[in-house]
């Protein structure tokens, strides 16, 4: 690093003056970094735009969807039995009654208490484990004839059953557990032990004791009996899945009622609405207006062609049979800033008095698009990654701001050399100048030697 004198010899203060011509020198290399921040702004603010056209694509494909328009809903009178998981857009509506018998179970069996779990004090052989009536043969050798060696055979076996191995806490505490891994009828899950293979050995052969038999999950629907093999049943209503929470023999009744969510689409409608208004309002306030200045996307063609596209759709007429044909007619009105507004009365009305015609106008009639699906086809151009309006105007502002970058590095460079000249150039006078001081200091001590020498003579 080169030695600043600053002005030691000249008296002139180099730094402050080498600052102050490198600031008329920087003022290009403030202009490029004005320059980026407006295009990363302007980036920015294409960014929000493209958000909320991507928000504006997953309300409208919500609409697209004749399913998700004329969705069901469940509610329960009285005590609750069950849990509903899932309500699909095919169920049956109408009300059921549901009684709860048992749950469904897997089988559970236990031996007899031992003194020592690792004791490898069993006999050998062959153990037999029949599992929904199908047999398993497992052997059991000097290596694994004890009730740990044991379990893990049965484990190891994978079978559909699960061993391990409890501690009651009495003098013989070690008991062989063993589990059905499935649930369901016992002539299909249900399983039983044969030790008779095995010889030898200080220990008896354990004595399995079913504590749990296997069972189906049992209900009944309006005096229907019906089974599953687990606790959630997917046929039992036509349409919806639910898990059965409470079992007592039929003696609850629990009344399950299927109806047309018509709050839902309502919702769904609303959320469109609202996704729209945010795109009008954001194009609005890129305009200059009376006490405000104009958005960094002012002018845009682009920006205002979208505008004027949506705006467009939002008045499609479209004939798909039913009897509605626009978004008007659903009680959804333009405001004069180009938002939408909602006649909540209107809606509810047509949603309530002819749901039918409702979707079909929105989700279209299988030959004729409805506007949902027209609104959809429209925003996948406007947001495609690829090819939309808003990817070209991203590549080519990042185009912009690489092409500062690029000049802003270069003009860097150039003002880091040309302050470091300067600074080696004053140096170099300020060199120039100590040493010429030097010289004159001598010359001055000479002459004063030389006036001495004189006045002695």
């Known amino acids: 690093m080169a030695i600043n004198f600053n002005g030691l010899a000249t008296g002139i203060d180099t730094a402050s003056l080498i600052q102050g011509l490198m600031e008329a020198e920087r003022q290009p290399l403030e202009t490029l970094q004005l320059d980026r921040d407006y295009q990363s702004a302007r980036l920015e603010a294409y960014k929000t735009l493209g958000s909320a056209l991507d928000d504006l694509l997953v309300k409208a494909g919500k609409l697209a969807d004749t399913d998700t328009l004329q969705g069901r ?106 589990s059905g891994t499935t649930a369901g009828d016992p002539a299909d899950v249900g399983f039983s032990f044969d030790f008779s293979g095995l010889s030898g050995g200080t220990y008896a052969n354990p004595v399995m004791t079913e504590t749990q038999a296997a ?38 009744t629990s009344t399950l009622s299927v109806t047309l969510d018509t709050d839902g689409a309502k919702q769904k409608i609303k959320d469109f609405v609202s996704s729209y208004n945010k795109i009008m309002t954001f194009v609005s306030s890129q305009s200059a207006g009376e006490g405000k200045s104009a958005g960094l996307l002012a002018g845009d063609a682009g920006m205002n062609s979208i505008k004027r596209r949506l705006q467009n759709l939002l008045t499609s007429v479209v004939n798909t049979g039913g009897t509605y044909q626009s978004l008007a007619d659903l009680g959804l009105e333009t405001q004069r800033d180009g938002t939408l507004e909602i006649n909540d009365s209107q809606l509810s009305n047509a949603l309530t008095t002819d749901i039918d015609s409702v979707t079909s106008l929105l989700a279209g009639n299988g030959t004729v698009e409805g506007i949902a699906q027209i609104f959809e086809t429209a925003l996948e151009g406007m947001t495609d990654s ?37 600074y080696d150039q004053f140096n170099a006078m300020e060199e120039l100048v100590s040493a010429l001081n030097a010289q004159g200091d001598y010359l001055t001590q000479q002459m004063n030697m030389l006036q001495n020498m004189g006045s002695k003579k």
């Open 215 to 252: 069972s189906q999950a049992h209900i009944q629907v309006d005096g229907i009996d019906i089974y599953s093999d687990s606790n959630v049943f997917t046929d039992a209503i036509p349409g919806v899945t639910f898990t059965l929470d409470q079992a007592d023999n039929g003696a609850t």
């Open 73 to 178: 809903k469940t509610a329960t009178t009285g005590e609750s039995l069950v849990t509903v998981s899932n309500t699909a857009a095919t169920a049956m509506e109408g009300s059921y009654q549901i009684k709860g018998y048992s749950f469904a179970q897997a089988q559970k069996s236990v031996s007899n208490g031992f003194a020592d779990q690792a004791a490898n004090s069993f006999g050998t052989g062959t153990l037999t484990v029949t599992v929904g009536g199908t047999s398993h043969d497992i052997t059991i050798d000097s290596g694994n004839n004890s009730l740990e060696g044991i379990a893990a055979a049965i484990n190891e076996a994978n079978i559909g059953v699960r061993a391990a191995i409890i501690n009651d806490g009495t003098t013989s505490p070690y008991r062989l557990v063993v």
């Open 386 to 422: 690829s090819n939309g309006f808003l990817a070209s105007k991203e590549a080519s502002i990042n185009s912009n701001i690489e092409r500062i970058d690029n000049s802003i590095e270069r003009m860097q460079e150039r003002l880091d050399k040309r302050e470091q000249l300067l």
